[in-house]
């Protein structure tokens, strides 16, 4: 199939795990900036120091302990400090983007560069000029922007100081600095995106267990009340500043499927979808909370603080597309599982007729069609795949290149099913390859843990030169988009 003339061909990154200068013209910390390497057996550790001053580490998610500071130790390795320094080298990765024929790139605004600590009163100007001369370098090859306003990486100021998304005063922290951004970018950025994986926050509680149980619960549903609303008074901001903006939400989009045709596990499923899946986008894209809403906070006896003034706020903050990440599917089951998978970001039962990356994480192209014709046909708005990649291994060969055969088949056979979504009436708009140049892993940390059609030097102890290296998968993707989806 050949995909419309206007499809949105691009790639992906973060703030936090690309751009590094973590401490540089006047950026403050980010809890990503605390939070220590991993791998696929060893978690991420939050670093701080103790009420009696002694230096301490818990794994990443879990709070650190009454009365200590969040803090960077001497003995520790933090990859995000210096991602892969795109802070320096964005022009040189921009110019790679274009030579594949990026039409779009998505990228995140670090609050903390803007906003130091997250509560002052205006924006720091290094940091708005340092955005400024990005999206004018996208503007130099045509590239439109899509920028994640948050992206995991709340000042740390406002985790010390307010608690966090536990406040209600984040949500105007939030919209002054989404302000600044629709204002200060106003011409150069139309694609914008409010909270990355915003239903992370209860997914990751029901897939990996949680450590206060229904407390954990009622603080995950408060925080997303408040992001909720944070999230609809910037589209309402947005759509003031400049009516061309588009504004979408984020999902993280995981394809469920009932492990056996027993009708508890099909009842199990769907209401799994609809925890994980739809309680974020209904609130997103149809402005108010859903009916079995009452269901899920009654489970955990949630009592919201919520006024009246918030749910005007909802109703007037209707997203204009949907947006998610897609890289796996996953079983739901009220049966015991014959295998289980083991990695990270993934649980429970193994699919028998699926393929797993090393991470765990299962290839399933199909789970993202079924995933794009559920959603289009729930939400009828356009819809875009922001983010899909392998996470794999590479090496460089004896001749000199990085011949990644197995991320060019993982994208081919996602691309082939988009467009079997599209035939049958999905109005996708664009396709942004996640980590299209190679970067820091959210989950574990990992350098080696690689998604990119460009290489970065870097290992996991943060050594290397940093040089950019194109892969095998740089130039077949470049005919992917020339070639408008035709040869795959
Ligand atoms: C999503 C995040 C990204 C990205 C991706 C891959 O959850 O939005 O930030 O990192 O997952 O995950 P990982 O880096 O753990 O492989």
Known sequence: MMFPENFLWGGAIAANQAEGAWDVDGRGPAKTDVTTGGSVK??????????????????????????????????????????????????????????????????????????????????????????RDVFLECQKYGIEPLVTIWHFDTPLYLEEHYGGWNNRKLIDFYERFARTCFTEYKGLVKYWLTFNEINNTIMMLDLFGNHGGHEEYRAGYQQLHYQFVASARAVQAGHEIDPANQIGCMICGITFYPGTCDPKDILANRHTWEKSIFYCGDVQCKGKYPSFAKRLWAEHGVDLDMTQQDLEELRNGCVDMYTFSYYMSSIVSTHEAKETVSGNFTAGAKNPYLQYSDWGWAFDPEGLQYYLEMIYDRYEKPIMVVENGLGAYDTIEEDGGIHDAYRISYHREHIKKMAEAMKNGVDLIGYTTWGCIDLVSAGTGEMRKRYGFIYVDKDDEGKGTFDRKVKDSYHWYKKVIQSRGTEL
């Not at 274009?98 to 205006?122: H, Q, T």
């Open 42 to 131: 060893e978690p991420r550790y939050i670093t701080y120091i103790d009420k009696d001053g002694n230096p301490g580490k818990t794994p990443n998610g879990s709070p650190i302990p009454e009365g200590a500071r969040y803090a960077v130790l001497e003995d520790c390795y933090y990859p995000n400090h210096d991602g892969i320094d795109f802070f320096h080298r964005y022009k040189e990765d921009i110019a790679l983007f274009a030579g594949m024929g990026f039409k779009v790139f998505r990228m995140s605004v670090s609050w903390s560069r803007l906003y130091p600590k997250g509560d002052e009163e205006a924006p720091n100007p290094k940091g708005v000029a340092f955005y």
